[in-house]
């Protein structure tokens, strides 16, 4: 019976195959004759067929990423709408020619049941069918029954098979990126990925509950089911480190999704890519909400009237400029409130101009004539003196974020000044010199001083205006080209509009959102979030002013010195009381004994976990090893041997050697040479079977296998140790060695 219920899938699947790839051709086709279409030296023409042939590519892309598990489940139905009983669930939608349904997307209100259906609220299902694909061929079929008519083999041509998906996928080996869990998505996890786009939801669960993938697959049904909003404003995902967005990177485009934005903490602010950490009290003061005032503070002190009278040489003549004249000009430009550098035209123009009266009045007073004319030469004069611009420039002096910052930093007089209540320790924990890289605690106050500075001058004001006509005539030449070509519902005219500009190099939502800082998203993705300041979330708050937030993290797993104690303290400054909490219970990634052991150290720690239900025992007890010897060599030496003995046991999955970051490089290099090229350190190892990482490299991730080197050296590095800890402990899906002192 089983070969022939294999039979009857794999021909069903066979003819989706077909479908995906006369699209797929067709597609090819539309994208060849948009691009070899002439349209003479029409600029507005040209900016249309360039818009539909991008379209064309993106469409072309998604039906490549989703080739892999297609299809992956089947619904039984007991009274379908369409007389059809079988609906077939996979990762896009799929209609034949006539436009009859053949695959019903995971994202549609037809597909909830798949995920929702139980026993007890059979949702009109009658059976859940799983199919394990390997390529385009069914290897595998999985039968959850809820009728029981079914299980006496009694209904024809239905014959139920295998013992459930889930396990299956729980235990395969890992590979060193995540893969979707869109086959096998449980009714908690798809009840918090269904729910609805407005506020910000916190998904809270403890290591293995799937909070990863939960945020990625509501990303992607987000985009699915709000299409229209998102499309042209993108989606955010923030990630904890280049490791961990390496780890995800391959999950949003399986589901179909290719425009959405990834960044780390690091990457936040364009043209900077930190990576680089602070020490626990620096670490703590840049994640303050105090930084946004002393930023402030420094900016405004930039703004500041000589204290005595200045004597400018212009054109020979001798003028004295009174500290007042400066004074006015900058009490004029604070009270429009724009930011520092726009402020800044109004203050040159309010004290060029009251220079220009001087300087007029003088010449009156030696007897020359000065009529409207003469004033307008001599305001020219003024303003490409250099006198005056070293005057001018001294009170207001036009500024970029990364000047402020680094002047923050390396002059502690100025620092000291505008801290009068710090303490010495704690000025010298900002100290460093210029030359110095950002940090990534640095990267939210580089958004802030950027926020306060407004543009850098060079970006002409009518450039603007003009952008934003064009921007209208854009959109309506979008929706006539729209309703000519007849393909309403397949693009927007903001889409379409958005490739009308006439750029050297145009780019996607995603590539253009990702460069630019006053980008604001539609929705924004924030995974580790426990780990984030009260200045890193400002930035995200601006980066997405609607408040729509997908929020995932355990508190309990809060390693960074910035990191709140709760969601409330964490939340409540940006969001009020505008969020709600969901909590994600059960285990699906770690062994129950290897989830005992870190929630019994956690607790004695006295770190506030959810505790999770584990959903297997595993089949391999924590190992324990002594380090032969003292100092980092011989803990090394252990390592390679407990990483040895490991691979006796399964050599093709994937292990990670978790290291404090005293030792890392020692350990690293041991298992490097021992391993050679099938080990590496840091994200690149997440491309080898052989990764060693820090406690704060491995978070977010995980591994068939876990070597962990001297846990008490990772639990004492930080005074938040103890969570970084226990987030090494739950990396494994099935091994952990515990290589101690």
Known sequence: MLESELDRERAVVSELYERLDALRADTEDRLTRVRRESVGGNHQARSERDSFAQLYEDQLVQLREVDARLVFGRLLLEHPADGTDRRYIGRIGLRDEEQRSLLVDWRAQQASAFYQATANERMGVRARRHLTMSGRQVTRIDDEVFDESLLDGSEPGEHVQGEGALLAALTAQRTGRMHDIVATIQAEQDRIIRSDLRGALVVQGGPGTGKTAVALHRAAYLLYANRQRLSSSGVLVVGPSSAFLRYIEAVLPSLGETGVVMQSLGELFPGVEATAEDAPLAA??????????????????RQKAPDAEQTIVVDNERLVVSPDLVRRAIAKAQRTGKPHNVARVTFVKQALSELTDQLAAQLRASGSTIDEADLKVLREDLRTSYDVRVLLNTAWLPLTPQKVLQDLYARPAWLAELTPRWTAEQREALHRDRAEPFTVSDV?????????LGDFPGRPDPADRERERQRKRDLENARAAIRNMGVQGLVSAEQLADGFAERVDRGTTAERAGADRSWTYGHVVVDEAQELSPMQWRVLVRRCPMKSFTIVGDIAQVASAAGAASWEEALRPSFKDAWRLEELTVNYRTPAQITREAERMALEAGLPITPTRAVREGDWPIRRVRVNGDGVAALAESVVAAVEHDRGID????????????????????????????????????????????????????????VLADPDALAAESVRGAASLYVAMTRPTQRLTLVER
């Open 284 to 301: 703590r003061l840049k994640g303050s909400a105090q930084m946004a005032r002393l930023i402030s503070r420094a900016v405004k002190s």
């Open 444 to 452: 939210p106050l580089l958004d802030e001083a950027a926020e306060l």
């Open 651 to 706: 050599r093709e999955g994937t292990l990670a050697v978790i290291v404090s970051r005293r030792d890392a490089d020692e350990v690293a290099a041991a298992v490097l040479s021992r391993f050679g090229d099938t080990a590496a350190r840091g994200a690149n190892g997440l491309n080898r079977p052989i990764a060693v990482l820090t406690g704060y490299e491995a978070k977010g991730l995980e591994f068939d296998a876990v």
